[in-house]
């Protein structure tokens, strides 16, 4: 077993194909390790991150490998982060088969070979997957400091084997009162929009969710072009699969709420909604996830996941919840100390204003 490190995007010596058979089989398998995820982050923030990319090796076949990218900050300090770091709810090394070897190798290679950083940070990985374990018992090994939170909560709504309970999460008279109200207001549709609709449609949701934060502490992040520019990237890597699964509703044809989800491996994946804030007081947008929840129904997925994020909304909708583990490793002691401090002042502050 070696690696090969990879810094030329062109120089992959994966297909997209031979990509996704790797990551149907791992642990953590979900639409951000696929192919058409990567490249479209990558073509989108190439500017601002440098491939790094071990790939190992069963003699001469590609058995694993780990999508990273080094991403310089404003104070000089250099970042090793899993490719997708700012828009990916679920994060993992691509490492289906010999997985503890595979991964110390890529520890090992990262620390040894792989010079110019300072911090890795890999937040997101499912705590259901044995990643962070394994890197956890390298940062030993090595004598490396690092600083752990696995308390990222992932709600999300089972629905195979508890149809029942998902009936009556529906016929709820909180959750009926939206359907009432818009159905009385003319005619109500909720769809799945067509490849051809897609390119219409995407600059009205882009609208819709400026709009709907405009006037919060947390603006839009689409009031960047550069986020615009992933989700129109994404969008046409998706077109050839069906994956993307991007609905609108409609009252007498106008959008009154949009969903940006995906539909992977038998689960729909909750990402980014948005709705005309017009209708605010009436809650179009749980409206929306009203008729998501029966279009999984009536598809036969096992589970709407909700992914990362404690939204009081989603309490509404959900009936368990995963963790994902943030992990960031320090090659200095001085500055795991300083994080570790400032870490320690956010949770004291918390406590105080709680």
């Not at 070979?113 to 259901?128: F, G, K, Q």
């Not at 919840?321 to 320090?330: C, H, K, M, T, Y």
């Amino acid at each position: 077993m070696h690696i090969k490190h990879i810094v030329d995007v062109s120089k992959l010596p994966l297909s997209n194909k031979e990509w996704n058979e790797l990551v149907s089989q791992n642990e953590t398998n979900t639409l951000f390790q696929t192919y058409e995820w990567f490249s479209s982050w990558y073509k989108t923030f190439s500017d601002t991150n440098d491939l790094c990319f071990p790939v190992v090796y069963d003699g001469e076949t590609p058995i694993g490998f780990a999508p990273l990218a080094l991403s310089k900050k404003s104070n000089k300090s250099i970042t090793l982060q899993l490719i997708g770091y700012n828009n990916a709810d679920y994060l993992d090394f691509i490492t289906p088969t010999q997985k503890h070897d595979a991964v110390n190798l890529i520890f090992d290679y990262l620390l040894e070979s792989v010079e110019n950083w300072d911090r890795i940070i890999l937040n997101n990985i499912p705590y259901t997957s044995s990643t962070s374990g394994l890197i956890e018992d390298a940062c030993k090994r090595h004598n490396l400091h690092y600083l752990k939170n696995k308390s990222i909560r992932c709600p999300y709504l089972q629905i195979e084997g508890r149809q029942e309970e998902v009936d009556k999460l529906l016929n709820k008279y909180s959750n009926k009162r939206p359907l009432n109200y818009f159905r009385r207001q003319g005619e109500l549709e909720y769809r799945l929009l067509t490849d051809e609709e897609i390119e219409k449609h995407l600059p009205e949701f882009f609208s819709q969710h400026i709009r709907r934060w405009a006037d919060t502490p947390s603006p839009s992040l689409f009031n960047n072009p550069i986020n615009q520019q992933f989700y129109i990237n994404l969008t046409q890597q998706l077109v050839d699969t069906d994956w993307l699964h991007f609905s609108v509703l409609e009252l007498d044809g106008k959008a009154i709420s949009y969903h940006y989800g995906f539909d992977y491996d038998g689960k729909y994946y909750w990402y980014k909604p948005s709705f005309n804030i017009d209708y605010s007081t009436r809650s179009p947008g749980s409206l929306l996830i009203r008729f998501l929840i029966q279009s999984a129904m009536q598809h036969n997925r096992q589970e709407l996941d909700f992914t990362i994020g404690n939204e009081a909304f989603k309490k509404r909708f959900t009936n368990k919840v995963r963790n994902n583990v943030n992990l960031q490793i320090f090659r200095k002691s001085r500055t795991f100390w300083i994080h570790k401090a400032l870490q320690h002042t956010g949770k004291l502050k918390r406590r105080f204003f709680e």
